[in-house]
């Protein structure tokens, strides 16, 4: 595979005028024909709208008004919002759903100049872990096709680590950015919840889902969460709160801060191999000057079935518009509304989706509302809690982003609860609605390891600098696939 | 916990999806293991915990009351499985 | 056996907002189907709600007229059902912690007495979209037009005993919503709606009885012979040994009867949450201020000050209070022209039976505050009768105009001269010796007689008062 080159190096060339948008964007077209049957990464590419997008990006730049993202292609998950081009959530009840609206990151990174040259695969309605529930089809691990990516996110995380693209943006409701990220070797980051707009971004668990950033480094990532980041009025949720310039504090020394390491992280689960690269990513921050010690939360253990009730209640929700009425798959042959709702719905979505429906329906219902939902709304509280706690005593957390290393397409597609265990690191953070990062720290057995990194509410900045500086010092996040 | 036929049945129902007799043991199977997975809940002491509302400690914004919205029905309706005269159609309701 | 009957009133009123709760498109009235549904109202996937500000300054509003609690922090959530017309699949309204709860509101009865109806709570939710069923061809067409228009939904303690008792509290209601401008009530129109729960119970039983609800009660006439039919409905059913059923029903107007509607969610599990894309709506005690300092005067104390500023009668002060426009109007008739009982008789009156055969509100009154003051000016200075009067304002609400010019054009003065109308009486004395021989013999009625003579020969224009001065004087002598 030829080198990938990041954000920033392409910038640089389109800045100095060594290479054009034109230029990129067709490289990037043409790495996607290459490569992209294999991989299933996309399930749209758009070739046209996106030399459109290059040729305005190249002109913008003439004119002395370009920016660092101008002209840099890149694609978006299938989940935002695209006016004009098909957004079909990876479903049947999509399939042909054009929105006639941009989502507001779509927008924002449009404005920026970024050329999108597609929408990625993706977990249907953005529920799973694997890139196995799609209507388009399973992606497949760049890194050994005979595994999974990881989801929801996995069709951005394989296009990016496959160097189609130096980015895609993701969403991330209980690790579908980082977990992705992980298990494909690249940089994947979560903001904090309500810094980036959700409008446009078709709902999965509202209280849970953030959009998010898939790229080659955190200096990347800074970039493109510089644009997308800021108060959005279409969107209750949205915070206020100011954008720092997350670029200027990227590479502040981190000498004499404190990372805090779970001791409850460490456990049977996680592969031996993958919790010493962990260590030896943590050694390099001890080497910095930064002081690791071991915190607690006590209540890991109830955050996965925590998010395993909150997420399915509210996407039941979320998804019952889906009825075929005004938009989406209609079953063909309808007498009544009864058959017109039950098989369209039942036809339209995939058995993964329809579990998810059912789990919510029942934790929501009458009898069920208090054992389940409201108890599930008191735990969350509780597991937050616990996180704060650790923030006034440490300045980021630190630990692995999955306990194992990429799993086997169709290995667990079986047994519900084994896929959901593998969220087991990330989802404690979207219940806490904090910003977390998966940045590579090694190899196991040729599959790439994930740190993670976790911050307080809307510290992106240090997050950031601190999955930077760590990029300065080694190069796991510059290994490809196909190289060693 | 185990759920039972009448319960996927009744829950499906709520949900307006179809579930095939053949498939019901495959619901009540998998379903079961979720709601046994989540049963832990019950283990966890929250006797004073107040729910969370929302990640972030912040209120509600208050928009100003403007129309800011035009009549856009033929760009929504090309969506449409079926319209007529503007309407969205759908088999007879009886009220 | 005796029976008590118990009624709960639940009333949706249609907030006046210009744009819906959650979205900026319209709310107005009568627009071509699907043309005021923008991408938040029709559900569209990625679409969320945000918070229409004037919405929460009518509910506060109104909880603070009826003396309740507006509640500091009030969330909303998610009410789960499959329909048509409810293209989210769920209706985002409020569940446990309503904006508005306790309140009351007193009825005067008609033996005078006054009786207090608590309000359980008043709470905010958006409204669904229509259906159609005529020329669909056996199909159902739906209007979104109407989804996200913003509602309070009012409940009522269930402590009215009767279907006029239910009658007097939804006209109060009406009366106080559009007093405080937060809806105009039209019930046509469907901005204020009504179901009432209705239960029967031996007297003096505690217990309550199984309710049946009656839904969409959209006119006056005709919610005191739903609630009678229904009470007696359930009476009968009750003492030919059956139970009544919890269900809900419509009211057939051309039938006079209620009969069982399908149900829209047989199970009725509604599934509430708390909506996540929607924070907790906090009011300030800063934004209770602003919504306390600018309440307007409401019914009863209007009433109260009407009563003893203008000493005007009850029933006077009930039509002239009826709505803060009407009020409004009087008063401005009062400022100009100085004086209140004329005032009330005419804008009651003329002015009222005018509006009505027109079907006009105040606010479309062809005459207006300032021309009706005129014209009483003239009636106060003599300058015409009480009863030309009548003819000037009939020709200022047909023809436009004010009183001055139409009394001058039409050459309605009155004749005050003394001479004149001397001259005037002894003609008729003259002309008609028998009624003065009636008269002289004491038959006081032909002094009528005598006035009506002058009043024909006159066009009306003799001041009457003068005429019967001088005939009494010019008779007895």
Redo the contacts between chains.
Sequence with gaps: MTQRLTIAEQSRLLRSGEASSRELTQTSLDRIALHDEALNAFIEVTPEHALTAAKAADQRRKEGNGGALTGVPMAHKDIFCTRDIRTTCASRMLED??A?YDATVVERLASAGMVSVGKTNMDEFAMGSSNETSYFGPVKNPWDHAKSPGGSSGGSAAAVAAGLVAMATGTDTGGSVRQPAALCGITGFKP???RVSRYGIIAFAS?LDQAGVLALSAEDVALVTQVMAGFD?RD??S??AEVPDYLATLEASVSGKTIGVPREYFDEGLDPAYAEAVNAALDVYRQMGAAVREVSLP?L??A???Y??VCPAEA?SNL?RY??????H?ADN??????????S??EG?GDEV??R???G???L?AGYYD??Y?????????I?DDLQRCFEQVDILAGPTTPTTAFGIGEKVD???QM?LNDIYTVSVN???LPGISIPCGMVDGLPAGLQLVGP?FAEASVLNFAHLYQKETDWHQRQPGQS | MTLSRE??E?????????VSKSDVPA?VD??G???E????????D?AD????????D????????????G???D????????T???????????? | MQWETVIGLEIHAQLA???KIF????TAYGA????????VD?G?PGVLP???????VMAARFGMAVDATVAP?S?FARKNY???DLPKGYQISQFELPIVEGGHIDLTLEDGKVKRIGITRAHLEEDAGK???EN?E???????NRAGTPLLEIVSEPELSSAKEAVNYMRRMHQLVRYLGISDGNMQEGSFRCDANISVRPKGQAELGTRAELKNLNSFRFIEKAINFEVERQIELIEDGGKVVQETR?YDSAKDETRP??SKEE?N?Y?YF?D?D?????ISEEFLSAVRDAMPELPQAKAERFAEQYGLKPADIEVLTGSRATADFFEAVVADLGEAKLAANWVSGELGGALNRDNLDIADSKVSARALAGLLKRIHDNTISGKIAKDVFAAMWDEGGDADSIIESKGLKQITDSGELEALVDKVIADNPEQVEQFRAGKDKVLGFFVGQIMKATQGKANPGQINQILRDKLSA
């Design positions: 759903f054009v006639p904090t919840y309500g209280s009025e209750s949720t915070s206020p209540n253990s109830l996965v079935p925590t395993y009730v039941s019952s009825d075929g009425v005004r938009f989406g209609r309808i007498d009544d509304l009864e058959s017109l709702y039950k098989r719905r039942t979505f329809k579990r429906i059912m789990t329906t029942y934790v219902s054992a389940y409201l108890q599930a709304q008191k735990v969350r509280q509780l937050s047994d519900p609860v959901y219940l806490a609605g509410h | 319960d996927i009744y829950i499906a129902h709520l949900a307006r999806l179809e619901y998998k379903l293991r979720i709601i997975f989540i049963d832990e809940l019950g283990q966890a929250t915990i107040v729910p969370m509302a929302h990640p972030l912040m209120s509600q914004r208050l928009r100003p009351d403007e129309v800011t919205e009549d856009d029905r760009r929504f309706q090309a969506n449409a499985p079926e007529e005269k503007g309407l969205y159609v759908v088999p007879r309701v009886v009220e | 907002t210009k744009s979205s900026g498109a319209s071509e189907p699907n043309t005021q549904a923008c991408l029709l569209y945000v918070l229409n500000r004037e919405v929460v922090r969330i499959f329909y048509p259906s159609m069923h669909m056996g199909k159902t067409g739906i209007d979104l419509l509607m399908r199970a599990d599934r708390p996540p929607l924070l907790p709506v906090e």
